[in-house]
């Protein structure tokens, strides 16, 4: 078993790898880069000004990893360790050494439009990009992280200490986050700051933020708290100290100084909404919850009465169900919803503070999967009752109702126990429908917006969470089956 | 002896032998499709829905021929008398901001829908079958193919659809072909599901052990067997792409701006669910109708397609 685990657990690894690879190809193949620039206000104000137009366009294109840039100065800093004649004037000989300079190294050399000056650019194979973007995708903190040429005397350690900005913690220096593990108020407690998934930056949507950031970041006004820095000042801050990140000392500020004493002053903002992934996570699980507990016994109903009035009547409802679109259904409830019971018909009416807001959408979500659970333990039910331990129950004496409750359900369970992980990613990731229609700001409505505005990152971040989840569930599954039925044996040919 | 005889004949009559009323009482004709027929038949939803599909066909695809609705057509925008006219015994399903006719509107747009949802389908379960029926035969084949499903079925096909819109420009054979890329995946590994429980019974051992070739067991011996499983699971795919379109519409992908449809004119007239309510829930009862007939209509199919049911 274990042996199976290990290699199951390497095989889903390896299907995560292979669909990100797959999905990072299409995107950065087929999407044409131009697109980026269609929406980008600042693109269009930029139009008049061809110079800072180009360096606009290129800076972007580096920043997605498409190419990579050197403007006039770094260009010229870079060919004078090897040329130290040149200069960034637009002269021939200038030029020529640049041309060189350019056709020896892979770059291609251009000129602004007006000025005139150069700079050069380089296109990035893909198969180059796609190493770049593992390679940099688990960052792991250690205390020789950061390397200050202005801070050359900063101690390199790791100790426990009870700190007074985060209470008991493990405080790094020299490290990227000062606390590597910390306990708050907030779930799970314990939190850490060691390994960290660097997804990219996103552009042109939330542009110049970390992608893990926009997704799994707070929402929302900024949140402020009472905070006590090091000098002993207490003021009403949104500052998230538990996120103290290392400053380079060329750009500390004199106040960042005086607050945390040390170089540790880069933070995150606390704010009151939750994330997308909070969101997109909460209306999920209670929408499978819901589903489940709806149509469990719904179901049971049914397969008890099978072929009565009560069968009749959940199968028509149930054949309703699963042949009106989607959105027609949605707009079907998301209309009674607000007109009987008074419950907002979008998101930030109220906003995610309320819990008004989560009804509908919540419900909705768990009323479009119910027909498919209903059908299937329908069917697992209806298949156990003819089984020989169902006779010998009656025989024994046993009303209809015990057995079907204590003897089918548990044998039709087991079926069920395997879709249960999957329903609850089934329901975070195909939130899309309702999460648009009400406008909530979740994950499940940010695939779409992201691949609209040409958000290359974050799609790829979007699609890397939602294919380690489903591949997640889907061996949380098969354990969970396994471990409900001992008969099941997952692994070939014995223990 | 003499009155032994008579005994036996009394109340009852010789009969001469007559070849043409015993051919009659032998095993009654069987015919496959007739049985369908009769069993699809006798069930009175299925023809209420029935005549409800068919009346929605015609109308779909005949209405627009007369009408000449344009998607794009402005003219009467400044026409005040023309513009949210309720529905009334003139303008059957009223009119909308730029003085149009819904009727005209949800009709040629159900044309679109029903369109792409039947072509769809259709190229997936054809694709779908061949691929799945080979597939669940062959055990090599079957190793390499279930990791590309394994691959392909986690990259989410919103994405797929999307990205191809944008490089290939969005249209109606550009949005067919955008379903049709992964789907056909889908039907393939349920129909190799399906192969593989009837490759290993008793009668296509007895058949391999005589010498049949694969392809003639797969054809004879296996796929007769899946006309239900295939109906059924066209019934189910057709309302699944219809409501895929309208999804993709909503969104704002997959077909040009001049082609109307179904879900654009559901997400066209959102915003008039509060003030012209007909706008939006006369689209939406049309789709949920054609969605609704084609399902029950397939699903009795499905029924009656089954040679087990017929006794």
Same mark, same amino acid.
């Given at each position: 078993?274990?042996?199976?685990?290990?290699?199951?657990?390497?095989?889903?690894?390896?299907?995560?790898?292979?669909?990100?690879?797959?999905?990072?190809?299409?995107?950065?193949?087929?999407?044409?880069?131009?697109?980026?620039?269609?929406?980008?206000?600042?693109?269009?104000?930029?139009?008049?000004?061809?110079?800072?137009?180009?360096?606009?366009?290129?800076?972007?294109?580096?920043?997605?990893?498409?190419?990579?840039?050197?403007?006039?100065?770094?260009?010229?800093?870079?060919?004078?360790?090897?040329?130290?004649?040149?200069?960034?004037?637009?002269?021939?000989?200038?030029?020529?050494?640049?041309?060189?300079?350019?056709?020896?190294?892979?770059?291609?050399?251009?000129?602004?439009?007006?000025?005139?000056?150069?700079?050069?650019?380089?296109?990035?194979?893909?198969?180059?990009?796609?190493?770049?973007?593992?390679?940099?995708?688990?960052?792991?903190?250690?205390?020789?992280?950061?390397?200050?040429?202005?801070?050359?005397?900063?101690?390199?350690?790791?100790?426990?200490?009870?700190?007074?900005?985060?209470?008991? /913690?493990? $405080?790094?220096?020299?490290?990227?986050?000062?606390?590597?593990?910390? +306990?708050?108020?907030?779930?799970?407690?314990?939190?850490?700051?060691?390994?960290?998934?660097?997804?990219?930056?996103?552009?042109?949507?939330?542009?110049?933020?970390?992608?893990?950031?926009?997704?799994?970041?707070?929402?929302?006004?900024?949140?402020?708290?009472?905070?006590?820095?090091?000098?002993?000042?207490?003021?009403?801050?949104?500052?998230?100290?538990?996120?103290?990140?290392?400053?380079?000392?060329?750009?500390?500020?004199?106040?960042?100084?005086?607050?945390?004493?040390?170089?540790?002053?880069?933070?995150?903002?606390?704010?009151?909404?939750?994330?997308?992934?909070?969101?997109?996570?909460?209306?999920?699980?209670?929408?499978?919850?819901?589903?489940?507990?709806?149509?469990?016994?719904?179901?049971?109903?049914?397969?008890?009465?099978?072929?009565?009035?009560?069968?009749?009547?959940?199968?028509?409802?149930?054949?309703?169900?699963?042949?009106?679109?989607?959105? /027609?259904?949605?707009?079907?409830?998301?209309?009674?919803?607000?007109?009987?019971?008074?419950?907002?018909?979008?998101?930030?009416? +109220?906003?995610?503070?309320?819990?008004?807001?989560?009804?509908?959408?919540?419900?909705?979500?768990?009323?479009?999967?119910?027909?498919?659970?209903?059908?299937?333990?329908?069917?697992?039910?209806?298949?156990?009752?003819?089984?020989?331990?169902?006779?010998?129950?009656?025989?024994?004496?046993?009303?209809?109702?015990?057995?079907?409750?204590?003897?089918?359900?548990?044998?039709?369970?087991?079926?069920? $126990?395997?879709?249960?992980?999957?329903?609850?990613?089934?329901?975070?990731?195909?939130?899309?429908?309702?999460?648009?229609?009400?406008?909530?700001?979740?994950?499940?409505?940010?695939?779409?917006?992201?691949?609209?505005?040409?958000?290359?990152?974050?799609?790829?971040?979007?699609?890397?969470?939602?294919?380690?989840?489903?591949?997640?569930?889907?061996?949380?599954?098969?354990?969970?089956?396994?471990?409900?039925?001992?008969?099941?044996?997952?692994?070939?040919?014995?223990? | 002896?003499?009155?032994?005889?008579?005994?036996?004949?009394?109340?009852?009559?010789?009969?001469?032998?007559?070849?043409?009323?015993?051919?009659?009482?032998?095993?009654?004709?069987?015919?496959?499709?007739?049985?369908?027929?009769?069993?699809?038949?006798?069930?009175?939803?299925?023809?209420?829905?029935?005549?409800?599909?068919?009346?929605?066909?015609?109308?779909?695809?005949?209405? !627009?021929?007369?009408?000449?609705?344009?998607?794009?057509?402005?003219?009467?925008?400044?026409?005040?008398?023309?513009?949210?006219?309720? !529905?009334?015994?003139?303008?059957?399903?009223?009119?909308?901001?730029?003085?149009?006719?819904?009727?005209?509107?949800?009709?040629?747009?159900?044309?679109?829908?029903?369109?792409?949802?039947?072509?769809?389908?259709?190229?997936?379960?054809?694709?779908?079958?061949?691929?799945?029926? %080979?597939?669940?035969?062959?055990?090599?084949?079957?190793?390499?193919?279930?990791?590309?499903?394994?691959?392909?079925?986690?990259?989410?096909?919103?994405?797929? %659809?999307?990205?191809?819109?944008?490089?290939?420009?969005?249209?109606?054979?550009?949005?067919?072909?955008?379903?049709?890329?992964?789907?056909?995946?889908?039907?393939?590994?349920?129909?190799?599901?399906?192969?593989?429980?009837?490759?290993?019974?008793?009668?296509?051992?007895?058949?391999?052990?005589?010498?049949?070739?694969?392809?003639?067991?797969?054809?004879?011996?296996?796929?007769?067997?899946?006309?239900?499983?295939?109906?059924?699971?066209?019934?189910?795919?057709?309302?699944?792409? %219809?409501?895929?379109?309208?999804?993709?519409?909503?969104?704002?992908?997959?077909?040009?701006?001049?082609?109307?449809?179904?879900?654009?004119? %559901?997400?066209?007239?959102?915003?008039?669910?509060?003030?012209?309510?007909?706008?939006?829930?006369?689209?939406?009862?049309?789709?949920?109708?054609?969605?609704?007939?084609?399902?029950?209509?397939?699903?009795?199919?499905?029924?009656?397609?089954?040679?087990?049911?017929?006794?």
């Amino acid at each position: 078993m274990k042996r199976y685990l290990l290699f199951r657990i390497l095989r889903s690894i390896l299907s995560i790898f292979l669909v990100t690879t797959l999905t990072y190809t299409i995107i950065y193949s087929l999407v044409p880069r131009r697109a980026v620039f269609q929406d980008d206000v600042q693109y269009g104000k930029l139009k008049g000004k061809p110079d800072e137009l180009a360096e606009y366009e290129n800076t972007a294109f580096s920043k997605m990893g498409y190419i990579e840039y050197y403007n006039s100065k770094k260009l010229v800093d870079t060919v004078k360790k090897e040329h130290p004649e040149v200069s960034g004037e637009p002269t021939a000989e200038n030029q020529q050494i640049l041309e060189e300079w350019t056709k020896e190294n892979g770059w291609d050399l251009k000129q602004f439009p007006l000025n005139k000056t150069y700079y050069a650019t380089k296109d990035v194979p893909l198969p180059k990009r796609v190493y770049r973007f593992y390679a940099n995708m688990l960052q792991i903190d250690h205390p020789w992280k950061v390397q200050d040429p202005d801070n050359p005397d900063m101690k390199r350690s790791l100790r426990i200490t009870n700190d007074e900005l985060a209470g008991w /913690a493990l $405080v790094g220096s020299g490290t990227q986050y000062k606390y590597q593990i910390y +306990f708050d108020k907030q779930f799970p407690y314990i939190h850490q700051n060691i390994v960290h998934l660097d997804l990219g930056i996103s552009y042109p949507t939330f542009a110049g933020r970390n992608v893990t950031e926009v997704i799994g970041g707070g929402q929302g006004k900024s949140d402020s708290q009472e905070v006590t820095f090091a000098n002993g000042k207490t003021s009403r801050s949104s500052v998230d100290v538990y996120s103290r990140q290392y400053q380079m000392t060329s750009q500390l500020s004199e106040r960042d100084k005086q607050l945390y004493g040390d170089n540790y002053a880069h933070t995150d903002k606390n704010y009151r909404d939750p994330s997308m992934i909070g969101i997109s996570f909460r209306m999920g699980v209670i929408a499978v919850l819901l589903a489940y507990g709806i149509g469990i016994p719904l179901a049971m109903f049914m397969a008890r009465f099978k072929g009565k009035l009560p069968d009749k009547m959940g199968i028509g409802l149930v054949t309703v169900l699963i042949s009106v679109p989607s959105l /027609a259904f949605i707009y079907f409830f998301r209309f009674i919803g607000s007109r009987l019971f008074n419950l907002p018909d979008s998101f930030p009416t +109220f906003g995610a503070g309320d819990i008004r807001s989560y009804i509908l959408p919540t419900v909705i979500l768990g009323l479009l999967s119910i027909s498919n659970i209903i059908i299937w333990i329908r069917r697992y039910m209806i298949d156990q009752q003819s089984a020989d331990y169902v006779k010998f129950a009656k025989a024994k004496g046993l009303n209809s109702r015990e057995i079907a409750r204590k003897h089918i359900f548990k044998n039709a369970a087991i079926p069920i $126990v395997n879709q249960i992980p999957m329903s609850i990613i089934g329901a975070i990731t195909g939130a899309t429908m309702t999460e648009t229609i009400f406008a909530a700001p979740g994950m499940g409505k940010m695939l779409p917006d992201a691949i609209q505005a040409h958000n290359n990152p974050v799609v790829m971040a979007i699609v890397f969470v939602f294919t380690t989840v489903a591949v997640t569930s889907v061996l949380i599954g098969d354990l969970a089956m396994a471990m409900v039925d001992p008969r099941i044996n997952l692994a070939e040919g014995g223990k | 002896m003499e009155t032994s005889e008579k005994k036996i004949n009394d109340g009852f009559t010789f009969v001469s032998t007559d070849s043409l009323t015993s051919e009659k009482i032998d095993t009654p004709t069987y015919s496959y499709w007739r049985s369908v027929g009769r069993k699809f038949f006798s069930s009175k939803v299925a023809i209420a829905m029935l005549i409800l599909m068919v009346a929605i066909l015609l109308m779909a695809f005949i209405q !627009p021929m007369f009408s000449g609705y344009d998607f794009m057509n402005v003219d009467d925008i400044n026409d005040f008398s023309k513009r949210y006219n309720p !529905p009334s015994m003139q303008e059957w399903f009223g009119t909308d901001k730029n003085g149009m006719s819904l009727f005209d509107a949800v009709w040629a747009g159900a044309k679109t829908s029903i369109s792409i949802s039947v072509l769809a389908t259709l190229i997936t379960t054809v694709i779908g079958v061949v691929v799945g029926a %080979i597939w669940g035969t062959s055990k090599k084949i079957d190793r390499v193919m279930l990791e590309v499903y394994n691959v392909i079925t986690n990259v989410p096909q919103l994405l797929i %659809i999307m990205v191809l819109s944008y490089t290939f420009g969005s249209g109606f054979w550009n949005l067919i072909f955008a379903m049709c890329v992964t789907g056909w995946l889908n039907t393939a590994y349920f129909i190799r599901v399906q192969v593989m429980i009837m490759r290993d019974r008793e009668y296509n051992l007895a058949s391999k052990t005589l010498g049949t070739p694969s392809m003639r067991m797969i054809v004879r011996n296996i796929l007769p067997y899946l006309t239900s499983i295939i109906v059924t699971n066209v019934s189910q795919s057709l309302p699944a792409f %219809i409501s895929y379109e309208t999804f993709l519409s909503f969104l704002g992908v997959g077909l040009s701006a001049d082609v109307p449809s179904l879900g654009k004119l %559901i997400s066209e007239y959102t915003n008039n669910m509060s003030n012209y309510p007909y706008l939006f829930w006369i689209p939406v009862t049309v789709l949920a109708l054609v969605s609704v007939s084609l399902y029950i209509v397939g699903q009795t199919l499905a029924d009656a397609a089954d040679p087990r049911t017929h006794m």
